[in-house]
């Protein structure tokens, strides 16, 4: 698979070769009329180069989270993209070309600048560089997500073993009292509690960022007291000795670029897609 770095430079090579080529044909002429000529030739070949490269196709990228992260993991689980088989092996179907992305900021930042491209963020990172899409005719908001009209819901975890330390207790605590669900609620995320008790916390807290499989085993091997994970705790990982305390919902948000006339996805089109059995935007039979 192809990182977002990795697709961002091979353009950017691409453009400079085809820059080179153009400043070559000018240089070579020798009368004003040639290298006018020269100009529009070059132009020209720039444009057939850019087509035969997809520049004018609708062609779809695709656009995907890396191997450990929660909302990679809850993605291709919730749209059949994850499959079982009978001896319960899961298999990650997604396709190989896609274009792996190591941040919900670069996620957005390849959607904005792609007209052809699709990824998925969580619901509380979701801003107006990008469009959101309804899935199944339901958008994405507040109320579809706690009445679970919307379909790509997944929880926020944190992953705790028995006998916490007072003060990772504590924390724990603070995170399910009012105000701990309130600064949830503000963060554009769901309240699993909105009758919760105040409680007062006077702890404070090294957060390490890391993918949600990294936080879990940290919180097995005692690395961290406390391990966040953006999806479901598997029962791999319960049997090592932790538990699951749900401290929030979310949504997981399928968006496309703000140009895009696509206003409406199937559960069946995102499968379809990031397995790669549908591979243009219109391409409507499949």
């Not at 400043?23 to 035969?52: E, G, Q």
């Not at 008790?197 to 940290?218: H, L, R």
């Amino acid at each position: 698979m192809k990182t977002c770095t990795q697709g961002a430079e091979r353009k950017g090579a691409n453009q400079k070769a085809q820059r080179a080529s153009i400043r070559k044909r000018f240089y070579i002429m020798k009368t004003r009329t040639s290298k006018l000529a020269a100009i529009f030739t070059s132009v020209a070949l720039a444009a057939t180069m850019l087509a035969s490269c997809g520049g004018s196709s609708d062609k779809i990228t695709v656009i995907s989270r890396e191997d450990g992260s929660g909302t990679r993991g809850a993605f291709i689980e919730l749209t059949g993209i994850e499959e079982k088989d009978s001896n319960g092996n899961k298999t990650d179907n997604t396709k190989k070309d896609a274009l792996i992305c190591k941040s919900t900021d670069v996620v957005l930042t390849q959607v904005s600048g792609d007209k052809n491209a699709i990824g998925y963020i969580s619901f509380g990172s979701l801003n107006d560089t990008v469009k959101a899409l309804k899935v199944e005719g339901v958008e994405p908001s507040t109320a579809t997500i706690e009445s679970g009209d919307y379909k790509i819901v997944r929880p926020f975890n944190i992953a705790v073993k028995d006998g916490l330390s007072d003060a990772a207790q504590d924390f724990e605590n603070y995170i399910l009292s009012s105000d701990g669900q309130d600064i949830i609620e503000k963060a554009g995320y769901i309240k699993i509690d909105k009758s919760a008790a105040a409680y007062a916390s006077n702890v404070t807290v090294d957060v390490q960022q890391s993918d949600s499989s990294t936080g879990i085993k940290d919180a097995i091997n005692g690395t961290s007291d406390i391990g966040m994970a953006s999806r479901d705790i598997s029962d791999d990982e319960l049997s090592q000795g932790i538990k699951s305390v749900t401290i929030a919902q979310d949504a997981i948000a399928v968006i496309v670029n703000k140009d895009n006339a696509v206003e409406d996805i199937t559960m069946d089109e995102i499968k379809a897609i990031y397995t790669g059995s549908k591979t243009t935007w219109s391409d409507e039979s499949k």
